[in-house]
Protein backbone atom coordinates (compact mmCIF):
# COMPACT_ATOMS: atom_id res chain seq x y z
CA UNK A 1 0.00 0.00 0.00
CA UNK A 2 2.77 1.81 0.01
CA UNK A 3 2.42 3.42 -3.69
CA UNK A 4 -1.35 4.46 -2.40
CA UNK A 5 0.17 6.46 0.14
CA UNK A 6 2.39 8.03 -1.94
CA UNK A 7 -0.23 10.06 -3.90
CA UNK A 8 -0.54 12.69 -1.95
CA UNK A 9 2.96 13.12 -1.25
CA UNK A 10 4.11 14.48 -4.78
CA UNK A 11 3.11 16.44 -7.79
CA UNK A 12 0.77 14.55 -10.03
CA UNK A 13 0.53 15.75 -13.81
CA UNK A 14 -2.79 16.61 -14.70
CA UNK A 15 -3.18 13.87 -17.27
CA UNK A 16 -2.34 11.26 -14.23
CA UNK A 17 -5.41 11.88 -11.89
CA UNK A 18 -7.74 8.42 -12.65
CA UNK A 19 -11.55 9.71 -11.80
CA UNK A 20 -14.60 8.09 -11.33
CA UNK A 21 -14.99 6.85 -14.58
CA UNK A 22 -11.44 4.76 -14.43
CA UNK A 23 -10.31 7.08 -17.21
CA UNK A 24 -7.82 9.81 -17.27
CA UNK A 25 -9.00 13.08 -17.07
CA UNK A 26 -7.31 16.38 -17.44
CA UNK A 27 -7.17 18.74 -14.75
CA UNK A 28 -8.70 22.26 -15.90
CA UNK A 29 -6.42 24.57 -14.52
CA UNK A 30 -7.95 27.62 -11.88
CA UNK A 31 -7.20 30.92 -10.66
CA UNK A 32 -7.01 30.75 -6.87
CA UNK A 33 -10.50 31.45 -5.27
CA UNK A 34 -11.82 33.92 -2.75
CA UNK A 35 -13.75 33.58 0.79
CA UNK A 36 -16.02 36.13 1.67
CA UNK A 37 -17.22 34.52 5.51
CA UNK A 38 -19.99 36.85 6.56
CA UNK A 39 -22.63 35.87 4.23
CA UNK A 40 -20.57 32.11 3.99
CA UNK A 41 -19.82 33.09 -0.01
CA UNK A 42 -16.83 31.37 -1.82
CA UNK A 43 -15.52 33.12 -5.02
CA UNK A 44 -15.41 29.85 -7.33
CA UNK A 45 -13.14 30.30 -9.95
CA UNK A 46 -14.25 29.33 -14.10
CA UNK A 47 -11.35 27.63 -15.45
CA UNK A 48 -8.56 30.01 -17.10
CA UNK A 49 -6.10 29.13 -19.91
CA UNK A 50 -2.12 29.18 -19.57
CA UNK A 51 -2.28 28.73 -16.02
CA UNK A 52 0.20 26.13 -14.36
CA UNK A 53 -1.04 23.59 -12.50
CA UNK A 54 -1.52 23.76 -9.28
CA UNK A 55 0.55 21.75 -6.58
CA UNK A 56 -0.96 19.43 -4.13
CA UNK A 57 0.44 20.38 -0.74
CA UNK A 58 1.00 17.49 1.68
CA UNK A 59 1.86 19.70 4.90
CA UNK A 60 0.26 19.73 8.19
CA UNK A 61 -1.74 22.58 8.42
CA UNK A 62 -3.00 24.27 11.37
CA UNK A 63 -6.74 23.87 12.30
CA UNK A 64 -8.74 27.01 11.28
CA UNK A 65 -7.79 29.96 13.04
CA UNK A 66 -11.11 30.60 14.82
CA UNK A 67 -11.17 34.03 13.35
CA UNK A 68 -14.62 35.19 13.92
CA UNK A 69 -17.15 35.86 10.84
CA UNK A 70 -17.05 39.37 11.99
CA UNK A 71 -13.35 39.58 11.34
CA UNK A 72 -12.90 38.35 8.10
CA UNK A 73 -12.50 40.58 5.10
CA UNK A 74 -14.39 40.18 1.65
CA UNK A 75 -11.36 40.54 -0.72
CA UNK A 76 -12.25 42.37 -4.32
CA UNK A 77 -13.89 39.90 -7.04
CA UNK A 78 -11.71 39.34 -9.41
CA UNK A 79 -12.33 39.14 -13.03
CA UNK A 80 -13.39 35.37 -14.54
CA UNK A 81 -14.46 34.76 -10.71
CA UNK A 82 -18.36 33.40 -9.46
CA UNK A 83 -19.70 34.42 -6.45
CA UNK A 84 -21.58 31.45 -4.56
CA UNK A 85 -23.82 32.00 -1.47
CA UNK A 86 -23.47 28.44 -0.05
CA UNK A 87 -26.19 29.24 2.78
CA UNK A 88 -28.54 30.32 -0.08
CA UNK A 89 -27.27 27.59 -2.14
CA UNK A 90 -27.94 24.71 0.83
CA UNK A 91 -31.79 26.97 1.60
CA UNK A 92 -32.46 25.71 -1.95
CA UNK A 93 -31.23 22.04 -1.68
CA UNK A 94 -32.87 21.51 1.43
CA UNK A 95 -35.81 19.45 -0.27
CA UNK A 96 -33.05 18.18 -3.43
CA UNK A 97 -32.60 14.21 -3.71
CA UNK A 98 -29.12 13.42 -3.23
CA UNK A 99 -28.22 12.26 -6.42
CA UNK A 100 -29.18 16.05 -7.72
CA UNK A 101 -26.78 17.32 -4.82
CA UNK A 102 -24.32 15.27 -6.24
CA UNK A 103 -24.12 16.74 -9.34
CA UNK A 104 -24.17 19.89 -8.40
CA UNK A 105 -21.28 19.55 -5.92
CA UNK A 106 -19.39 17.58 -8.78
CA UNK A 107 -20.25 19.74 -11.15
CA UNK A 108 -19.06 23.44 -9.29
CA UNK A 109 -15.78 21.73 -7.88
CA UNK A 110 -15.14 19.10 -10.60
CA UNK A 111 -11.75 17.95 -9.98
CA UNK A 112 -11.18 19.82 -6.69
CA UNK A 113 -13.55 17.74 -4.91
CA UNK A 114 -13.43 14.33 -3.59
CA UNK A 115 -16.02 11.37 -1.56
CA UNK A 116 -14.81 10.83 1.48
CA UNK A 117 -15.38 6.99 2.12
CA UNK A 118 -15.00 5.54 5.32
CA UNK A 119 -15.96 1.66 3.85
CA UNK A 120 -19.26 1.97 5.98
CA UNK A 121 -22.82 2.55 3.90
CA UNK A 122 -21.21 5.82 3.14
CA UNK A 123 -20.51 3.72 -0.41
CA UNK A 124 -24.13 5.28 -1.03
CA UNK A 125 -22.16 8.24 -2.07
CA UNK A 126 -20.15 6.40 -4.90
CA UNK A 127 -23.23 4.89 -6.22
CA UNK A 128 -24.41 8.50 -6.41
CA UNK A 129 -21.61 10.38 -8.12
CA UNK A 130 -21.23 7.18 -10.59
CA UNK A 131 -24.95 7.67 -11.24
CA UNK A 132 -24.43 11.85 -12.47
CA UNK A 133 -22.66 10.25 -15.37
CA UNK A 134 -19.33 13.07 -14.30
CA UNK A 135 -15.45 12.14 -13.14
CA UNK A 136 -15.13 12.04 -9.41
CA UNK A 137 -12.60 10.91 -6.62
CA UNK A 138 -12.29 9.30 -3.80
CA UNK A 139 -10.20 9.20 -0.48
CA UNK A 140 -10.17 7.00 2.65
CA UNK A 141 -8.43 7.46 5.63
CA UNK A 142 -6.34 4.11 6.50
CA UNK A 143 -5.70 4.29 10.18
CA UNK A 144 -3.84 0.91 10.29
CA UNK A 145 -6.67 -0.42 12.72
CA UNK A 146 -9.31 -1.18 10.37
CA UNK A 147 -11.06 -4.45 10.29
CA UNK A 148 -9.74 -7.35 7.53
CA UNK A 149 -13.44 -7.18 6.25
CA UNK A 150 -13.05 -3.43 5.51
CA UNK A 151 -9.70 -3.45 3.63
CA UNK A 152 -11.41 -6.54 1.51
CA UNK A 153 -14.19 -4.10 0.84
CA UNK A 154 -11.92 -0.81 -0.34
CA UNK A 155 -10.69 -3.78 -3.45
CA UNK A 156 -13.97 -4.67 -3.52
CA UNK A 157 -15.18 -0.77 -4.26
CA UNK A 158 -12.11 -0.15 -6.35
CA UNK A 159 -13.00 -2.96 -9.29
CA UNK A 160 -16.87 -2.20 -9.07
CA UNK A 161 -16.68 1.23 -9.78
CA UNK A 162 -13.25 1.26 -11.56
CA UNK A 163 -11.89 3.84 -9.18
CA UNK A 164 -7.93 4.57 -7.39
CA UNK A 165 -9.67 5.17 -3.77
CA UNK A 166 -6.38 7.82 -2.69
CA UNK A 167 -5.88 6.08 0.73
CA UNK A 168 -4.11 9.11 3.48
CA UNK A 169 -1.90 7.18 6.47
CA UNK A 170 -1.03 8.53 9.51
CA UNK A 171 1.95 10.02 10.08
CA UNK A 172 4.57 6.85 11.24
CA UNK A 173 6.34 9.31 14.19
CA UNK A 174 3.28 10.51 15.81
CA UNK A 175 2.01 6.56 16.10
CA UNK A 176 5.06 5.44 17.12
CA UNK A 177 5.37 8.10 20.22
CA UNK A 178 1.88 7.36 21.02
CA UNK A 179 2.05 3.62 21.15
CA UNK A 180 5.42 3.75 22.74
CA UNK A 181 4.80 5.90 25.40
CA UNK A 182 1.05 4.97 25.84
CA UNK A 183 0.33 1.75 24.74
CA UNK A 184 -1.40 0.18 22.30
CA UNK A 185 -4.58 0.39 23.64
CA UNK A 186 -4.35 3.92 25.55
CA UNK A 187 -8.04 4.81 24.07
CA UNK A 188 -9.37 2.54 26.48
CA UNK A 189 -8.34 3.94 29.83
CA UNK A 190 -8.14 7.88 28.85
CA UNK A 191 -9.98 8.57 26.08
CA UNK A 192 -9.89 7.73 22.36
CA UNK A 193 -9.79 11.76 21.09
CA UNK A 194 -5.66 11.81 21.33
CA UNK A 195 -5.74 8.66 19.23
CA UNK A 196 -8.42 9.55 16.30
CA UNK A 197 -6.20 12.91 16.42
CA UNK A 198 -3.22 11.18 15.33
CA UNK A 199 -4.73 8.34 13.28
CA UNK A 200 -7.79 10.14 11.24
CA UNK A 201 -7.89 13.82 11.84
CA UNK A 202 -4.21 15.01 10.82
CA UNK A 203 -4.34 12.66 7.61
CA UNK A 204 -8.03 14.41 6.91
CA UNK A 205 -6.51 17.89 7.50
CA UNK A 206 -3.37 16.77 5.09
CA UNK A 207 -5.64 15.11 2.02
CA UNK A 208 -8.49 18.24 2.06
CA UNK A 209 -5.83 20.82 1.83
CA UNK A 210 -5.28 19.41 -1.81
CA UNK A 211 -8.83 20.25 -2.26
CA UNK A 212 -11.59 23.28 -2.70
CA UNK A 213 -14.57 21.06 -1.44
CA UNK A 214 -15.32 17.41 0.01
CA UNK A 215 -18.34 15.48 -0.14
CA UNK A 216 -19.26 13.87 3.40
CA UNK A 217 -21.80 10.76 4.36
CA UNK A 218 -23.04 12.61 7.54
CA UNK A 219 -26.58 12.55 8.46
CA UNK A 220 -29.10 14.03 10.73
CA UNK A 221 -30.10 10.74 11.99
CA UNK A 222 -27.08 9.02 12.58
CA UNK A 223 -26.55 10.65 16.32
CA UNK A 224 -29.69 13.12 17.03
CA UNK A 225 -28.25 14.52 19.83
CA UNK A 226 -25.66 16.19 18.14
CA UNK A 227 -25.72 15.97 14.36
CA UNK A 228 -29.17 17.44 14.32
CA UNK A 229 -28.60 20.25 11.94
CA UNK A 230 -26.26 19.46 9.34
CA UNK A 231 -26.89 21.29 6.50
CA UNK A 232 -26.67 20.34 2.99
CA UNK A 233 -23.55 22.45 1.91
CA UNK A 234 -21.73 24.62 3.84
CA UNK A 235 -18.24 26.64 4.40
CA UNK A 236 -16.18 24.36 6.33
CA UNK A 237 -15.97 25.38 9.90
CA UNK A 238 -12.96 23.60 10.58
CA UNK A 239 -10.83 22.63 7.96
CA UNK A 240 -8.67 24.61 5.45
CA UNK A 241 -8.93 23.85 1.29
CA UNK A 242 -6.49 24.41 -1.44
CA UNK A 243 -5.87 28.17 -0.91
CA UNK A 244 -5.59 28.22 2.73
CA UNK A 245 -7.19 30.13 5.81
CA UNK A 246 -10.51 29.87 7.27
CA UNK A 247 -13.30 29.31 4.95
CA UNK A 248 -11.60 27.76 2.14
CA UNK A 249 -12.90 24.51 1.86
CA UNK A 250 -16.78 24.01 1.01
CA UNK A 251 -17.68 20.80 2.35
CA UNK A 252 -20.81 18.75 0.88
CA UNK A 253 -23.54 16.66 3.09
CA UNK A 254 -25.99 14.87 0.22
CA UNK A 255 -27.67 12.45 2.47
CA UNK A 256 -28.11 15.01 5.78
CA UNK A 257 -31.77 14.65 5.31
CA UNK A 258 -31.75 10.95 4.74
CA UNK A 259 -32.67 8.48 7.22
CA UNK A 260 -30.53 5.39 7.78
CA UNK A 261 -33.49 2.41 6.70
CA UNK A 262 -33.33 4.58 3.02
CA UNK A 263 -29.78 4.79 2.36
CA UNK A 264 -30.03 0.58 2.95
CA UNK A 265 -33.06 0.74 0.56
CA UNK A 266 -31.17 2.46 -1.77
CA UNK A 267 -28.27 0.40 -1.28
CA UNK A 268 -30.17 -2.79 -1.95
CA UNK A 269 -32.12 -1.52 -4.55
CA UNK A 270 -28.99 -0.78 -6.68
CA UNK A 271 -27.15 -4.15 -5.78
CA UNK A 272 -24.17 -2.56 -4.91
CA UNK A 273 -21.01 -3.81 -2.81
CA UNK A 274 -21.22 -3.63 1.10
CA UNK A 275 -19.19 -4.22 4.10
CA UNK A 276 -19.72 -8.05 5.01
CA UNK A 277 -19.48 -6.62 8.57
CA UNK A 278 -22.82 -5.17 8.26
CA UNK A 279 -24.02 -8.88 8.00
CA UNK A 280 -22.38 -9.34 11.53
CA UNK A 281 -24.37 -6.52 13.17
CA UNK A 282 -22.25 -3.60 12.47
CA UNK A 283 -23.78 -0.41 11.40
CA UNK A 284 -21.20 2.46 11.82
CA UNK A 285 -18.18 1.00 11.51
CA UNK A 286 -14.49 2.25 12.23
CA UNK A 287 -11.55 0.92 13.83
CA UNK A 288 -11.19 -2.54 14.79
CA UNK A 289 -10.65 -2.23 18.16
CA UNK A 290 -13.52 0.83 19.17
CA UNK A 291 -16.13 -0.66 16.45
CA UNK A 292 -18.54 -3.69 17.66
CA UNK A 293 -21.84 -5.01 16.08
CA UNK A 294 -24.80 -3.15 18.08
CA UNK A 295 -28.02 -5.12 19.54
CA UNK A 296 -31.34 -4.89 20.15
CA UNK A 297 -32.57 -1.29 21.69
CA UNK A 298 -29.31 0.34 20.77
CA UNK A 299 -28.14 3.34 18.26
CA UNK A 300 -26.48 2.43 15.71
CA UNK A 301 -23.60 5.13 17.00
CA UNK A 302 -23.70 3.09 20.23
CA UNK A 303 -21.14 0.08 18.45
CA UNK A 304 -18.64 3.09 17.95
CA UNK A 305 -15.99 3.81 21.51
CA UNK A 306 -18.68 1.92 23.60
CA UNK A 307 -16.84 2.73 27.22
CA UNK A 308 -17.51 6.05 27.09
CA UNK A 309 -20.44 8.23 27.27
CA UNK A 310 -22.91 9.50 24.96
CA UNK A 311 -21.86 12.88 24.25
CA UNK A 312 -17.81 11.37 23.52
CA UNK A 313 -18.87 9.42 20.81
CA UNK A 314 -17.23 11.64 17.81
CA UNK A 315 -13.68 11.21 16.64
CA UNK A 316 -13.32 14.95 15.56
CA UNK A 317 -13.81 14.57 11.59
CA UNK A 318 -17.01 16.63 11.84
CA UNK A 319 -15.98 18.70 14.65
CA UNK A 320 -17.65 21.82 13.31
CA UNK A 321 -20.90 20.27 12.80
CA UNK A 322 -21.25 18.65 16.30
CA UNK A 323 -23.54 20.65 19.02
CA UNK A 324 -23.04 19.92 22.52
CA UNK A 325 -26.26 18.63 23.79
CA UNK A 326 -25.13 17.65 27.19
CA UNK A 327 -25.71 19.02 30.50
CA UNK A 328 -26.48 22.48 29.50
CA UNK A 329 -29.51 21.54 28.47
CA UNK A 330 -31.41 20.63 31.48
CA UNK A 331 -35.60 19.98 31.99
CA UNK A 332 -36.13 21.77 35.54
CA UNK A 333 -37.78 18.49 37.49
CA UNK A 334 -39.86 19.63 40.44
CA UNK A 335 -40.17 17.98 43.47
CA UNK A 336 -42.99 16.21 41.98
CA UNK A 337 -40.85 14.95 39.24
CA UNK A 338 -42.94 16.90 36.48
CA UNK A 339 -40.62 17.29 33.33
CA UNK A 340 -40.59 19.79 30.49
CA UNK A 341 -38.35 20.80 27.91
CA UNK A 342 -35.49 23.48 28.14
CA UNK A 343 -33.47 24.30 24.58
CA UNK A 344 -35.92 22.54 22.18
CA UNK A 345 -34.87 19.18 23.80
CA UNK A 346 -37.99 17.48 24.44
CA UNK A 347 -38.26 14.98 27.05
CA UNK A 348 -38.71 11.28 26.33
CA UNK A 349 -40.28 8.19 28.07
CA UNK A 350 -43.50 10.21 28.82
CA UNK A 351 -46.16 7.78 29.24
CA UNK A 352 -48.63 7.17 32.11
CA UNK A 353 -47.13 3.90 32.66
CA UNK A 354 -43.65 4.99 33.04
CA UNK A 355 -43.19 7.65 36.93
CA UNK A 356 -41.48 10.40 35.98
CA UNK A 357 -39.02 10.58 39.50
CA UNK A 358 -37.61 13.78 41.19
CA UNK A 359 -34.66 13.67 43.12
CA UNK A 360 -36.47 13.59 46.58
CA UNK A 361 -38.23 10.57 44.71
CA UNK A 362 -35.49 8.56 44.15
CA UNK A 363 -33.61 9.18 47.10
CA UNK A 364 -36.95 7.64 48.91
CA UNK A 365 -35.98 4.67 46.94
CA UNK A 366 -32.68 4.26 48.10
CA UNK A 367 -33.06 4.41 51.36
CA UNK A 368 -36.42 1.85 51.86
CA UNK A 369 -35.25 -1.30 52.62
CA UNK A 370 -38.20 -3.49 52.36
CA UNK A 371 -40.58 -1.46 49.89
CA UNK A 372 -43.90 -2.15 48.86
CA UNK A 373 -43.36 -2.93 45.07
CA UNK A 374 -40.35 -3.76 43.49
CA UNK A 375 -38.52 -0.95 40.90
CA UNK A 376 -37.47 -0.45 37.45
CA UNK A 377 -36.09 2.71 36.79
CA UNK A 378 -34.20 3.86 33.95
CA UNK A 379 -31.23 7.35 34.56
CA UNK A 380 -31.41 8.52 31.40
CA UNK A 381 -30.50 12.02 29.39
CA UNK A 382 -33.27 13.29 26.84
CA UNK A 383 -30.68 14.27 24.35
CA UNK A 384 -28.42 11.28 24.27
CA UNK A 385 -29.27 9.56 21.46
CA UNK A 386 -29.03 5.81 23.36
CA UNK A 387 -31.94 6.70 25.57
CA UNK A 388 -33.93 7.86 22.40
CA UNK A 389 -33.14 4.33 20.67
CA UNK A 390 -33.95 2.58 23.77
CA UNK A 391 -37.42 4.53 24.36
CA UNK A 392 -39.90 2.25 21.72
CA UNK A 393 -38.79 -1.16 24.15
CA UNK A 394 -39.00 0.63 27.49
CA UNK A 395 -42.49 1.96 27.24
CA UNK A 396 -43.11 -1.41 25.67
CA UNK A 397 -42.01 -3.10 29.15
CA UNK A 398 -43.74 -0.28 31.14
CA UNK A 399 -47.38 -1.56 29.54
CA UNK A 400 -46.41 -5.09 29.60
CA UNK A 401 -45.62 -4.41 33.46
CA UNK A 402 -48.82 -2.90 34.19
CA UNK A 403 -50.63 -3.77 36.88
CA UNK A 404 -48.38 -6.69 37.74
CA UNK A 405 -47.41 -5.25 40.61
CA UNK A 406 -43.81 -3.91 39.28
CA UNK A 407 -43.31 0.10 39.41
CA UNK A 408 -41.59 0.84 36.20
CA UNK A 409 -39.94 4.55 36.65
CA UNK A 410 -37.43 7.14 35.26
CA UNK A 411 -34.87 9.61 36.72
CA UNK A 412 -33.22 12.68 34.88
CA UNK A 413 -29.75 12.36 35.87
CA UNK A 414 -27.54 14.30 34.15
CA UNK A 415 -26.50 18.32 34.60
CA UNK A 416 -26.80 18.72 38.23
CA UNK A 417 -28.00 15.21 39.04
CA UNK A 418 -24.81 13.57 37.38
CA UNK A 419 -22.43 13.41 39.93
CA UNK A 420 -25.58 12.01 42.82
CA UNK A 421 -26.02 9.62 40.38
CA UNK A 422 -22.57 8.78 39.71
CA UNK A 423 -21.93 8.09 43.07
CA UNK A 424 -25.33 6.75 44.52
CA UNK A 425 -27.03 5.41 41.61
CA UNK A 426 -24.27 3.31 39.61
CA UNK A 427 -24.45 5.61 36.53
CA UNK A 428 -21.70 4.70 34.04
CA UNK A 429 -23.18 5.98 31.09
CA UNK A 430 -26.68 6.15 29.51
CA UNK A 431 -29.06 4.94 29.51
CA UNK A 432 -28.45 2.70 32.50
CA UNK A 433 -30.83 0.56 34.30
CA UNK A 434 -31.47 -0.25 37.68
CA UNK A 435 -33.59 -3.03 39.13
CA UNK A 436 -34.92 -1.88 43.39
CA UNK A 437 -35.98 -5.70 44.55
CA UNK A 438 -38.39 -5.43 47.55
CA UNK A 439 -36.18 -6.83 50.27
CA UNK A 440 -32.74 -5.15 49.49
CA UNK A 441 -31.28 -2.14 50.46
CA UNK A 442 -29.18 -0.76 47.14
CA UNK A 443 -30.29 -1.46 43.66
CA UNK A 444 -28.97 -4.09 41.15
CA UNK A 445 -28.09 -2.56 38.02
CA UNK A 446 -28.78 -4.20 34.44
CA UNK A 447 -25.87 -5.91 32.97
CA UNK A 448 -26.64 -6.55 29.36
CA UNK A 449 -26.34 -3.62 26.83
CA UNK A 450 -29.77 -5.85 25.17
CA UNK A 451 -32.74 -3.30 25.40
CA UNK A 452 -35.10 -5.48 23.91
CA UNK A 453 -38.29 -6.17 25.90
CA UNK A 454 -37.55 -10.05 26.32
CA UNK A 455 -34.00 -9.10 27.74
CA UNK A 456 -34.99 -7.11 30.38
CA UNK A 457 -38.19 -9.17 31.30
CA UNK A 458 -35.56 -11.97 31.81
CA UNK A 459 -33.58 -10.06 34.25
CA UNK A 460 -36.91 -8.80 36.02
CA UNK A 461 -38.09 -12.39 36.43
CA UNK A 462 -34.50 -13.55 37.50
CA UNK A 463 -34.54 -11.05 40.37
CA UNK A 464 -38.17 -10.49 41.69
Known sequence: MASAASISHHVMPPRELFM?????VERPS?????VSFPSRRLLVARPAHNVEPIRRIDSVVPAATGVS?????IEEKREGEEVVDFEKLAAEL????????MDKALEKFGNDIAIAFSGAEDVALIEYAHLTGRPFRVFSLDTGRLNPETYRFFDEVEKHYDVHIEYMFPDAVEVQTLVRSKGLFSFYEDGHQECCRVRKVRPLRRALKGLKAWITGQRKDQSPGTRAHI???QV?????GLDGGPGSLIKWNPVANVEGKDIWNFLRTMNVPVNSLHSQGYVSIGCEPCTRPVLPGQH?????????DAKAKECGLHKGNIKEGGDSQRVGVNGNGVAGSVNGTPDILDTQHIINLGRPGIENLLKLE????????????????????????????????????????KFRADGDQKPFAQQELQLGSFPTILFFPKHASRPIKYPSEKRDVDSLLAFIDALR
Open 20 to 24: GSGRP
Open 30 to 34: VAAST
Open 231 to 233: PIV
Open 300 to 308: EREGRWWWE
Open 94 to 101: EDASPLEI
Open 236 to 240: DPSFE
Open 370 to 409: NRQEPWLVVLYAPWCQFCQAMEASYVELAEKLSGSGIKVG
Open 69 to 73: ASDMV
